[in-house]
């Protein structure tokens, strides 16, 4: 993946989340900078990318697991509670970039032997648990760039223009 295509990938991450400032598209490369060096993933690096991304708009929470309840337009998200033990979950399965089980908020198990398929469903796992308080789909798309990167997939990105192809994705949860 060259500059280019990763400035245009940060570029459509950022506007799904209607944030259109150059800033925030440098502190989005710093963060994949970190993130893309890495082999496995761990909480620590989650919590890095996050902080990276959220520090300049709202540094109260950024790195921070949520400690409030959240909703996603009408879906409730997982108690604040919970949201520990499902990412350390979501480590285990996803955090060495090799992605061929899922489990869901409900505990359901799959193999999965398309890796396409297997990178979209840890992006969608990642994004039911919604850890933060704000920034989990642009911290969310980072993971999923780097499960892409860490499985040998071809770039691809969330197009804004396409974005309701994408929210499309999480009906399943």
């Given at each position: 993946?060259?500059?280019?295509?990763?400035?245009?990938?940060?570029?459509?991450?950022?506007?799904?989340?209607?944030?259109?400032?150059?800033?925030?598209?440098?502190?989005?490369?710093?963060?994949?900078?970190?993130?893309?060096?890495?082999?496995?993933?761990?909480?620590?690096?989650?919590?890095?990318?996050?902080?990276?991304?959220?520090?300049p708009l709202w540094p109260e929470i950024a790195g921070k697991i949520r400690t409030v309840g959240?909703?996603?337009?009408?879906?409730?998200?997982?108690?604040?509670?919970?949201?520990?033990?499902?990412?350390?979950?979501?480590?285990?399965?996803?955090?060495?970039?090799?992605?061929?089980?899922?489990?869901?908020?409900?505990?359901?198990?799959?193999?999965?032997?398309?890796?396409?398929?297997?990178?979209?469903?840890?992006?969608?796992?990642?994004?039911?648990?919604?850890?933060?308080?704000?920034?989990?789909?642009?911290?969310?798309?980072?993971?999923?760039?780097?499960?892409?990167?860490?499985?040998?997939?071809?770039?691809?990105?969330?197009?804004?223009?396409?974005?309701?192809?994408?929210?499309?994705w999480f009906a399943q949860i």
């Open positions: 993946m060259n500059n280019t295509e990763l400035k245009l990938f940060i570029k459509h991450s950022n506007l799904i989340e209607n944030i259109e400032s150059e800033s925030q598209i440098q502190y989005s490369i710093k963060a994949w900078k970190y993130i893309c060096k890495k082999k496995e993933l761990t909480l620590k690096d989650i919590l890095k990318v996050h902080k990276i991304i959220m520090t959240v909703r996603v337009g009408s879906r409730i998200c997982p108690q604040f509670e919970e949201v520990p033990g499902l990412l350390d979950k979501w480590i285990y399965n996803y955090g060495k970039g090799v992605t061929v089980v899922t489990h869901n908020i409900v505990g359901k198990e799959e193999l999965i032997g398309d890796m396409e398929k297997a990178c979209k469903c840890a992006h969608i796992s990642f994004e039911s648990i919604h850890p933060f308080r704000d920034g989990n789909g642009r911290t969310g798309r980072l993971l999923w760039l780097w499960h892409r990167f860490k499985l040998g997939l071809t770039f691809a990105y969330v197009d804004y223009n396409e974005r309701y192809d994408y929210y499309n």
